[in-house]
Protein backbone atom coordinates (compact mmCIF):
# COMPACT_ATOMS: atom_id res chain seq x y z
CA UNK A 1 0.00 0.00 0.00
CA UNK A 2 1.43 3.26 -1.06
CA UNK A 3 1.33 6.41 1.21
CA UNK A 4 2.31 9.69 0.69
CA UNK A 5 5.21 10.82 2.88
CA UNK A 6 6.17 14.43 3.48
CA UNK A 7 9.89 15.13 5.12
CA UNK A 8 11.30 18.40 6.21
CA UNK A 9 14.94 18.09 6.91
CA UNK A 10 17.82 20.59 6.14
CA UNK A 11 20.71 17.87 5.83
CA UNK A 12 20.48 16.94 2.27
CA UNK A 13 22.37 13.59 2.71
CA UNK A 14 19.75 12.64 5.44
CA UNK A 15 17.10 13.69 3.02
CA UNK A 16 18.68 11.44 0.13
CA UNK A 17 18.68 9.19 1.67
CA UNK A 18 15.00 8.61 3.46
CA UNK A 19 13.68 9.58 -0.20
CA UNK A 20 15.59 7.02 -2.04
CA UNK A 21 14.25 3.88 0.69
CA UNK A 22 10.95 4.84 1.27
CA UNK A 23 10.16 5.19 -2.44
CA UNK A 24 11.99 1.51 -2.43
CA UNK A 25 8.92 0.41 0.07
CA UNK A 26 6.82 1.89 -2.27
CA UNK A 27 6.13 5.25 -1.21
CA UNK A 28 5.50 8.35 -2.50
CA UNK A 29 7.85 11.24 -1.28
CA UNK A 30 7.96 14.63 -0.92
CA UNK A 31 10.95 16.32 1.16
CA UNK A 32 11.15 20.24 1.91
CA UNK A 33 14.43 21.59 3.62
CA UNK A 34 13.10 24.03 5.63
CA UNK A 35 10.25 24.66 8.12
CA UNK A 36 7.69 26.96 5.98
CA UNK A 37 8.34 25.63 2.63
CA UNK A 38 7.53 22.42 4.52
CA UNK A 39 4.01 23.61 6.31
CA UNK A 40 3.08 24.65 3.26
CA UNK A 41 3.75 21.31 1.69
CA UNK A 42 2.39 19.51 4.04
CA UNK A 43 -1.24 22.01 3.92
CA UNK A 44 -0.95 21.60 -0.14
CA UNK A 45 -0.27 17.97 -0.40
CA UNK A 46 -2.17 16.45 3.07
CA UNK A 47 0.71 13.51 3.84
CA UNK A 48 -0.58 10.13 5.36
CA UNK A 49 3.11 10.24 7.42
CA UNK A 50 5.33 13.05 8.27
CA UNK A 51 9.04 13.02 9.06
CA UNK A 52 10.42 15.71 10.81
CA UNK A 53 13.59 17.34 11.60
CA UNK A 54 13.27 18.60 14.87
CA UNK A 55 16.35 21.16 14.41
CA UNK A 56 15.81 23.51 10.82
CA UNK A 57 16.90 26.64 10.74
CA UNK A 58 13.55 28.74 10.57
CA UNK A 59 10.44 26.94 12.50
CA UNK A 60 11.32 24.38 14.96
CA UNK A 61 10.29 21.20 13.56
CA UNK A 62 8.14 20.82 17.44
CA UNK A 63 6.55 24.06 16.23
CA UNK A 64 5.34 22.35 12.70
CA UNK A 65 4.15 19.63 14.96
CA UNK A 66 2.24 21.74 16.99
CA UNK A 67 0.64 23.50 14.08
CA UNK A 68 -0.26 20.19 12.44
CA UNK A 69 -1.46 18.94 15.47
CA UNK A 70 -4.20 21.99 15.31
CA UNK A 71 -5.80 20.72 12.04
CA UNK A 72 -5.13 16.97 11.98
CA UNK A 73 -4.17 13.61 13.24
CA UNK A 74 -1.29 12.75 10.44
CA UNK A 75 1.49 10.74 12.20
CA UNK A 76 4.63 12.62 12.88
CA UNK A 77 8.05 10.89 13.36
CA UNK A 78 10.53 13.03 14.48
CA UNK A 79 14.30 13.28 14.46
CA UNK A 80 16.48 14.71 16.57
CA UNK A 81 20.39 15.04 17.23
CA UNK A 82 19.68 15.92 20.84
CA UNK A 83 18.76 12.36 23.03
CA UNK A 84 17.98 13.81 26.12
CA UNK A 85 14.67 13.62 28.30
CA UNK A 86 13.67 17.01 28.03
CA UNK A 87 13.99 17.32 24.21
CA UNK A 88 11.73 13.80 24.55
CA UNK A 89 8.97 15.42 26.51
CA UNK A 90 8.87 18.99 24.27
CA UNK A 91 8.49 16.49 21.16
CA UNK A 92 5.50 14.41 22.65
CA UNK A 93 4.00 17.23 23.85
CA UNK A 94 4.15 18.77 20.54
CA UNK A 95 2.54 15.91 19.31
CA UNK A 96 4.86 13.70 17.97
CA UNK A 97 3.93 9.31 17.57
CA UNK A 98 7.53 8.80 17.48
CA UNK A 99 11.15 9.99 17.14
CA UNK A 100 14.90 9.10 16.34
CA UNK A 101 17.79 10.40 17.64
CA UNK A 102 20.53 11.09 15.40
CA UNK A 103 22.64 8.93 13.83
CA UNK A 104 19.77 6.66 12.94
CA UNK A 105 19.57 3.54 10.95
CA UNK A 106 17.99 3.93 8.23
CA UNK A 107 16.28 0.65 7.96
CA UNK A 108 14.85 1.49 11.42
CA UNK A 109 13.66 4.54 10.56
CA UNK A 110 11.88 2.91 7.58
CA UNK A 111 10.36 0.31 9.75
CA UNK A 112 9.16 2.80 12.52
CA UNK A 113 7.51 4.84 9.53
CA UNK A 114 5.40 1.17 8.33
CA UNK A 115 4.48 1.15 12.14
CA UNK A 116 2.58 4.32 12.35
CA UNK A 117 1.13 3.75 8.53
CA UNK A 118 -0.29 1.03 10.05
CA UNK A 119 -1.70 2.20 13.10
CA UNK A 120 -2.35 5.47 11.57
CA UNK A 121 -4.35 3.67 8.09
CA UNK A 122 -4.57 0.42 8.71
CA UNK A 123 -6.03 -1.63 6.61
CA UNK A 124 -8.71 -3.30 8.83
CA UNK A 125 -12.33 -1.60 7.94
CA UNK A 126 -14.24 0.54 11.22
CA UNK A 127 -17.42 -1.57 12.09
CA UNK A 128 -20.31 0.94 13.84
CA UNK A 129 -23.39 -1.39 14.76
CA UNK A 130 -24.74 -2.36 11.19
CA UNK A 131 -22.22 0.47 9.95
CA UNK A 132 -19.22 -0.81 8.27
CA UNK A 133 -16.70 1.38 6.86
CA UNK A 134 -13.33 0.88 4.54
CA UNK A 135 -11.43 4.32 4.56
CA UNK A 136 -8.61 2.88 2.59
CA UNK A 137 -11.06 1.42 -0.12
CA UNK A 138 -13.69 3.97 0.20
CA UNK A 139 -16.35 1.84 1.05
CA UNK A 140 -19.74 1.85 3.21
CA UNK A 141 -21.79 -0.72 4.03
CA UNK A 142 -25.05 -0.28 5.85
CA UNK A 143 -25.87 -4.10 6.99
CA UNK A 144 -24.16 -5.16 3.95
CA UNK A 145 -25.73 -2.48 1.62
CA UNK A 146 -22.79 -0.47 0.11
CA UNK A 147 -23.75 2.79 0.40
CA UNK A 148 -22.51 5.21 -2.31
CA UNK A 149 -20.98 8.72 -0.74
CA UNK A 150 -18.61 11.37 -1.70
CA UNK A 151 -15.01 11.09 -0.46
CA UNK A 152 -16.24 14.36 1.53
CA UNK A 153 -18.95 12.40 2.84
CA UNK A 154 -17.18 9.47 3.84
CA UNK A 155 -14.13 11.30 5.78
CA UNK A 156 -17.01 13.36 7.55
CA UNK A 157 -18.46 9.96 8.46
CA UNK A 158 -14.97 8.67 8.97
CA UNK A 159 -13.94 10.91 11.28
CA UNK A 160 -17.36 10.40 13.37
CA UNK A 161 -16.93 6.58 13.41
CA UNK A 162 -13.12 7.12 14.58
CA UNK A 163 -15.19 7.66 18.79
CA UNK A 164 -18.72 6.37 18.16
CA UNK A 165 -20.66 8.39 20.53
CA UNK A 166 -18.50 11.42 21.51
CA UNK A 167 -20.52 14.36 20.59
CA UNK A 168 -17.94 16.77 17.76
CA UNK A 169 -18.94 20.30 17.02
CA UNK A 170 -19.36 22.26 13.81
CA UNK A 171 -16.06 22.90 14.23
CA UNK A 172 -14.11 19.88 15.18
CA UNK A 173 -15.74 18.52 12.25
CA UNK A 174 -14.39 21.61 10.06
CA UNK A 175 -11.10 21.81 11.29
CA UNK A 176 -10.87 17.43 10.56
CA UNK A 177 -13.07 17.25 7.36
CA UNK A 178 -12.34 20.33 5.54
CA UNK A 179 -8.89 21.16 7.38
CA UNK A 180 -10.04 24.92 7.70
CA UNK A 181 -12.67 26.69 9.65
CA UNK A 182 -15.52 27.52 7.21
CA UNK A 183 -17.70 31.11 7.30
CA UNK A 184 -19.53 30.95 10.18
CA UNK A 185 -22.32 31.59 8.18
CA UNK A 186 -21.34 28.20 5.68
CA UNK A 187 -23.99 25.23 5.98
CA UNK A 188 -22.11 23.11 5.23
CA UNK A 189 -21.66 20.22 7.43
CA UNK A 190 -25.19 20.42 8.23
CA UNK A 191 -25.63 19.59 4.10
CA UNK A 192 -23.00 16.82 4.17
CA UNK A 193 -24.71 15.35 7.57
CA UNK A 194 -27.71 15.81 5.51
CA UNK A 195 -26.82 14.00 2.47
CA UNK A 196 -25.17 11.04 4.55
CA UNK A 197 -28.48 10.36 6.42
CA UNK A 198 -30.37 10.32 3.14
CA UNK A 199 -28.26 8.04 1.88
CA UNK A 200 -27.77 5.22 4.56
CA UNK A 201 -31.13 5.40 5.08
CA UNK A 202 -31.91 4.43 1.34
CA UNK A 203 -29.35 1.74 2.75
CA UNK A 204 -32.13 0.71 5.39
CA UNK A 205 -29.85 2.81 8.43
CA UNK A 206 -32.29 5.22 10.48
CA UNK A 207 -30.80 7.33 13.38
CA UNK A 208 -27.51 6.41 12.63
CA UNK A 209 -26.39 10.35 12.54
CA UNK A 210 -27.54 11.82 15.97
CA UNK A 211 -27.78 15.32 16.11
CA UNK A 212 -26.98 17.33 19.61
CA UNK A 213 -28.77 20.59 19.47
CA UNK A 214 -26.35 23.46 20.03
CA UNK A 215 -23.63 21.37 20.05
CA UNK A 216 -22.96 18.87 16.93
CA UNK A 217 -22.83 15.66 15.53
CA UNK A 218 -22.31 12.35 16.89
CA UNK A 219 -22.27 8.93 15.63
CA UNK A 220 -24.58 6.22 17.51
CA UNK A 221 -21.96 4.18 19.52
CA1 LIG B 1 18.73 19.97 11.03
Not at 5 to 23: A, H, K, S
Not at 44 to 72: Q, Y
Not at 112 to 138: S, Y
Request: hydrophobic share 45%; no cysteine; net charge negative.
Amino acid sequence: MAHRIVIVEDDLDITRLLTLELEEAGHEVHAFDGGMRGLAGIRELKPDLIVLDLGLPDVSGAEIARRVRRTDATPILILTAADDVATKVEMLNAGADDYLAKPFHVEELVARVGVQLRKHHGGAPTTVGDLTLDAMRKQVWWAGTEVKLSPRELDLLAFLAGQPGRVYSRVEIERNVWGEDLPPTSNVVDVHVANIRSKLRDAGGFGVIRTVRGVGYAIKG
